[in-house]
């Protein structure tokens, strides 16, 4: 059991990439009484969420809003459109991808993981947990599939396990490419309000997201964005599902209502959420966070260790890992930042357990805060031998100083 060297005063560093800081506001929001989910107000609560989530995943289509987490959305998506034995192709970008394919097993799925199977000077072991999702070797697979039995292309968009983000559009071109009817379902459970996500535009058959990254929720309610091919799929599928089933919750949506007690308090928190993201203008959003990876980033460059993510075009606006020197367990180092200075930051999952840690920068942030989570960091390497070029505070608190934020020009103007 972890426990800090003194008792805690100030504020606890909650760094990991996700569950992220809840703000205050939407904290209060939840505090108000739990109302009948059957009465009139809660119907009109029901059909404000429901209209201003379809905004946050670019669509005109039925949202599906579960009270559960990722992992229940993930199932649903599956239970939803596929039938036992079905074939689906699912590509192995990291820890999050290797969990649900497994899960695709578990329920009876067959499933080929596709991996970027080259070279990696740091991690020779995992290479494609270092790279995006390769649309090419995708559309390869399924020109090979003539007879059709690939039902759907599973993919992450955003990797929270790795710091990588996937091109969801060039995976869609892929699959049109290959004239394939596949559908596409894409986990964007850590990539939706930080990174930019368009469930319409990019022909996504089911977005799967939760609550606790970028809309700044507690965990507890995942989503499942649907479009009308998913739909039509749902009504032949024969996978067992019946809390999870797509039919009786958008029925009952349309009035702003669920077929089962929802998470009331957690949803004022989501129309707290909405009215914070939607209100701020989601482009400025998707700035806020581009900038803030940035600044991180530039520390882990001037301390000279390499970042998980290789390839600098698929850089994760959401997270940062960061591989540590061969024979310094990331883990080890964690523990100690943690004990030292009250900062949590993200384990290496699955295959990198040990060799990396990851810096969160997501959500209810500010210059400030990341700063101060650098400069933990930086203590903490120090102060387990490891050897940095630079210092990564400075090189942090530079970025910010000569890129100002959008919002800061505008009050400035
Ligand atoms: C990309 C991704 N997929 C799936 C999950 C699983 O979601 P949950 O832990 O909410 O069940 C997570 C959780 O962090 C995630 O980051």
């Not at 020109?143 to 969801?168: F, L, M, P, W, Y």
């Not at 077929?259 to 009331?264: D, E, K």
């Amino acid at each position: 059991m972890l426990t800090l060297d003194h008792h805690p005063s100030g504020r606890h560093f909650l760094q990991i990439p996700g569950p992220s800081p809840v703000p205050d506001r939407i904290l209060r929001a939840m505090s108000l009484p739990t109302i009948d989910h059957r009465g009139p107000e809660f119907g009109a609560l029901g059909l404000k969420v429901l209209a201003g989530i379809r905004q946050v995943f670019k669509t005109q289509h039925p949202v599906a809003i579960y009270p559960a987490s990722g992992t229940g959305a993930w199932e649903a998506a599956l239970v939803n459109t596929l039938s036992p034995g079905d074939l689906v192709l699912m590509y192995e970008s990291g820890h999050f991808a290797s969990l649900w394919q497994k899960m695709a097993t578990r329920l009876g799925l067959q499933t080929e993981f596709v991996a970027w199977q080259g070279q990696d000077e740091h991690l020779p072991h995992a290479p494609s947990w270092r790279r995006g999702v390769q649309a090419d070797l995708i559309e390869a697979r399924l020109r090979q599939d003539s007879g059709h039995r690939i039902k759907a292309v599973c993919v992450v968009h955003n990797e929270t396990s790795t710091g990588v983000t996937s091109d969801i559009a060039a995976v869609r071109k892929a699959i049109d490419a290959a004239g394939h009817p596949a559908l596409l379902m894409v986990d964007s459970i850590s990539g939706l309000a930080s990174a930019e996500y368009r469930h319409d535009d990019w022909g996504v058959d089911v977005t799967i997201s939760g609550s606790q990254k970028g809309l700044m929720l507690p965990p507890g309610i995942s989503f499942n964005a649907l479009s009308p091919r998913a739909l039509a799929a749902s009504k032949s599928a024969k996978l067992p599902r019946a809390f999870w089933a797509w039919d009786e919750i958008v029925e009952m949506n349309k009035g702003g209502y669920w077929p089962y007690t929802p998470n009331t308090n957690l949803l004022y928190g989501l129309s707290e959420s909405l009215d914070m993201l939607l209100g701020e203008g989601l482009d400025q959003v998707f700035a806020r966070h581009l900038r803030w990876a940035a600044g991180v980033r530039a520390a882990v460059t001037a301390w000279g260790l390499p970042i998980q993510c290789a390839d600098p075009a698929v850089y994760s606006p959401v997270l940062t890992g960061v591989i540590t020197p061969v024979g310094v367990d990331a883990d080890a180092v964690r523990r100690l930042i943690h004990q030292r200075f009250d900062l949590s930051l993200g384990t290496g999952l699955g295959k990198l357990k040990g060799r990396m840690f990851r810096m969160g920068h997501l959500g209810d942030s500010n210059d400030l805060t990341l700063i101060a989570m650098v400069a933990g960091v930086e203590m903490g390497l120090k102060l387990a031998g490891v050897k940095l070029a630079g210092s990564g505070v400075h090189a942090t608190m530079d970025h910010f100083t000569h890129h100002a934020a959008p919002a800061a020009l505008r009050a400035a103007a």
